[in-house]
């Protein structure tokens, strides 16, 4: 298992604290969005987390979860797999390319 925040710290140099505060922010925006689904008698909340849609139903307390990728994360998936395209190996590579030719042009 991959522990995303760690990654994307790694990735961005943003700290894993403030990704993690993030993340206990992005918990409570969603607990409260459930109290207000129970206090409106809705049963299913649905959630659009950046990467698809995830999807809580909270009845006669039970919960259940649901989660539907977007067409972009779906796609980077299926070209993972199918293409052997890795979208992060890409674009570090693509990165790394743009900041050689910014050195060389520099140099000239």
């Known amino acids: 298992m991959i522990k995303l925040n760690e990654e994307l710290s790694t990735l961005t140099n943003i700290s894993k604290q403030v990704l993690d505060k993030l993340t206990t922010l992005s918990i409570s925006c969603i607990c409260d969005a459930i109290e207000d689904d129970i206090l409106n008698d809705e049963d299913i909340l649905s959630v659009d987390i950046g990467i698809g849609t995830l999807y809580i139903k909270h009845s006669d307390n039970e919960m259940r979860y649901k989660f539907v990728p977007d067409a972009k994360f779906e796609e980077a998936i299926v070209q993972t797999i199918i293409n052997d395209k890795n ?13 050689i030719m910014n050195i060389y042009k520099e140099l000239l």
């Not at 992060?88 to 900041?99: A, F």
């Open 87 to 99: 979208q992060l190996k890409v674009t570090v590579e693509d990165t790394l390319k743009k900041r």
